[in-house]
C-alpha cells in the first residue's frame, strides 16, 4: 500500500515544499501555498524508452494537419486550427469569455460534421442550450454533458468517440478515486493528465477551460502549462467589450499571434479593424492624448494613450496607470523631471490606454511622456501626430522594430506625422517623418512647454 503524505504547492507556479511558509520560495507570491495529500511512489518510475536511439533523418515524419474550427480569430491564434490528438488549456478571468469562445468553437466545428462533447461542470446543460441558442449553434453533433466526475467524463468520451471534447472547467472536474482532496492543485493536475493521456489516444482534441483568480483559490493554469501542447490566454476587461486571444506556449507553431474579439449580444465576433474601434471615441485637440502605434503579436494597433495631472492634496502624489505599466511610468516622470525640466513631484498623475487594451512595449514611453507633457503644459498634442519609441534614463530615444507596418497603419487611419527617434529607419509611406534626438527634443519641437 502506498503511504500518504502532506506537502504544500503553490497555486502560482505550482512547486511543492514540505513545509508550510507565507510567500512561496520559488516565485515570491504571498499566500499561495495549499496543503494537499500525496501517494507516497513506493520504488522510482522506469524510464520507458519505445526503443533504440534512431537519427532524425531517419523518424518517420507524420504531418500534423490542423482542422480549422471555423472562428477565424482562434483558427489564426492556432495557426490554422486545432490539431488532433492536441490538448489546450484556455485561461483567463472569470466571466471574460472563455465558455462562450469554446461553445462557439464546438458549434462550428459540429457544422462542418465533427462530433464535439461539451463537458459543462460549471452549469447545467439547460443553461448551455439557452447560450447556444443565443449564438445560434444548436448543431446537431455537439453533444452537452454536465458531470464532474472523471471516470464518468472518460466513460462519454469513450461511447461518443468525438472529434472535440471541451471541458469547462477543469478545476470543477474530480476523481473519486484519487487520494488527493476535491479541488486540490494534484486533484486538478492529475485529471487534465488522464485527459491529455485520452486525446493523444483517441487522436480527439481536447479544449480545457482553467480559471486563473487574482486571489490564488484555484489552481491556475501554470501548473497545467506543461501538460498541455498549447496555453492560450483570453484577456480583456469585463467592462469592454474587447477581448485579446494570446498564445503563450504553442508546440505546433509561433505564440506571435494574436486574436481580437469583440463581446457583442450573439456571442464573439471578430474585429477586423482594431485600431478603428479605439480611435472611435477620440477627442482631438484634447491635452494630455497622443495616439501611439503598437505591435501586438503580429497586427499593428493604434492605441490612444490618456495622461491627466492636477494638483495633489496627498504627502505622497498620487500615480495611476491603467493599462499601462506602473514602473514604466515612474522612470518616465523621474526621466521628465530630470532630462527635460518639466517637475511635476507635487502633482497627481493619472494614466491610461483606452479601450482596456494592455500596452506593455516601452516603444509607447515616448507617447506617454509626451501626453504627461501635454497635460501639465495644458497644451495639446496636434491631432495628425503619432509618437514612437523608447526612452533612456538619459532621455535619449531609441528605436522600436517594424517601424514601416506602425506608421502604414497609422497613415490607413489618416495620420499624417510622426516623431520618431533620430535613427529610426526610413518608414517610407506617405506619413511625414519628425525626427528627434531626445525626450526634451520632442517636447520642445511640439510645444509643450
Ligand atoms: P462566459 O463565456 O460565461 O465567461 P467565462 O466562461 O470566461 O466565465 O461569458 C461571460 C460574459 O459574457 C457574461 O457576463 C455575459 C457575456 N455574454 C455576452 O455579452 N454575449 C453573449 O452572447 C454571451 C453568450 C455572453
Ligand atoms: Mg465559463
Known amino acids: 500500500m502506498p503511504s500518504t503524505r502532506s506537502a504544500y504547492r503553490c497555486l502560482n507556479c505550482g512547486v511543492e515544499v514540505p513545509t508550510w511558509v507565507g510567500r512561496c520560495p520559488a516565485c515570491s507570491e504571498w499566500n499561495t501555498l495549499v496543503e494537499e495529500l500525496t501517494q507516497r511512489r513506493q520504488r522510482p518510475r522506469s524510464l520507458r524508452t519505445a526503443g533504440p536511439p534512431v537519427p532524425v533523418s531517419e523518424v518517420t515524419s507524420c504531418a500534423l494537419e490542423p482542422v480549422p474550427t471555423g472562428v477565424a480569430e482562434l483558427d489564426r491564434v492556432m495557426q490554422g486550427g486545432l490539431i488532433p490528438g492536441s490538448a489546450t488549456v484556455i485561461g483567463g478571468e472569470p466571466g471574460i469569455g472563455k465558455s462562450t469562445l469554446l461553445l462557439q468553437a464546438a458549434g462550428s466545428m459540429a457544422d462542418q460534421n465533427r462530433r464535439v462533447l461539451f463537458v459543462c461542470a460549471e452549469e447545467s446543460v439547460q443553461q448551455v442550450r439557452l447560450r447556444a441558442e443565443r449564438l445560434g449553434t444548436l448543431a446537431a ?4 454533458l454536465s458531470e464532474t466526475s472523471l471516470p464518468e467524463i472518460l466513460a462519454a468520451v469513450g461511447q461518443l468517440t468525438p472529434a472535440m471534447l471541451v471541458i469547462d472547467s477543469i478545476q470543477t ?39 486563473v483568480t487574482k486571489d490564488g483559490a484555484l489552481a491556475g493554469p501554470r501548473v497545467l502549462e506543461h501538460l498541455v501542447d498549447t496555453v492560450l490566454s483570453f484577456e480583456g476587461e ?51 492624448s497622443v495616439v501611439v502605434p503598437t ?24 500615480r495611476s496607470v491603467h493599462g499601462l505599466d506602473g514602473g514604466r511610468l515612474a522612470l518616465i516622470l523621474a526621466v521628465l523631471a530630470e532630462r527635460a525640466g518639466i517637475r511635476i513631484r507635487d502633482k497627481d498623475v493619472y494614466s491610461l490606454a483606452v479601450g482596456g487594451v494592455k500596452v506593455a512595449e516601452p516603444g509607447a514611453d515616448l507617447a506617454l511622456a509626451l501626453a504627461v507633457a501635454s497635460a501639465a503644459a495644458g497644451r495639446a498634442v496636434p491631432p495628425d501626430v503619432v509618437a514612437c519609441g523608447e526612452i533612456g534614463l538619459g532621455g535619449e530615444l531609441r528605436q522600436v522594430g517594424q517601424i514601416e507596418r506602425r506608421l502604414t497603419e497609422a497613415g490607413r487611419l489618416g495620420f499624417c ?25 520632442a517636447i520642445e519641437m511640439l510645444g509643450l512647454r
Not at 505591435?295 to 498620487?318: C, F, N, W, Y
Not at 510622426?418 to 519628425?434: N, T
Open 295 to 318: 505591435v501586438q503579436g503580429h497586427r499593428p494597433m493604434l492605441i490612444e494613450l490618456q495622461a491627466l495631472v492636477t494638483d495633489s492634496k496627498l504627502a505622497t502624489p498620487r
Open 238 to 288: 469585463r467592462h469592454h467589450a474587447l477581448r485579446l486571444l494570446r498564445v503563450i506556449k504553442h508546440r505546433f507553431g509561433s505564440t506571435q499571434e494574436l486574436g481580437l474579439f469583440e463581446m457583442t449580444g450573439s456571442g464573439l465576433a471578430a474585429v477586423p479593424d482594431a485600431s478603428g474601434l479605439f480611435l472611435a471615441d477620440r477627442r482631438e485637440k484634447t491635452t494630455g
Open 417 to 441: 506625422r510622426a516623431v520618431l527617434p533620430r535613427r529610426a529607419p526610413d518608414p517610407g509611406g506617405s506619413i511625414e517623418v519628425l525626427r528627434v534626438p531626445s525626450l526634451a527634443g
Open 173 to 211: 472536474v474530480h476523481d473519486p478515486d484519487s487520494g488527493s482532496a476535491a479541488g486540490s492543485v494534484t486533484q486538478v493536475r492529475d485529471c487534465a493528465q488522464r485527459l491529455v493521456q485520452q486525446a493523444k489516444e483517441s487522436g480527439m482534441v481536447c479544449m480545457i477551460v482553467g480559471h
Open 141 to 144: 453533433e455537439l453533444f452537452l
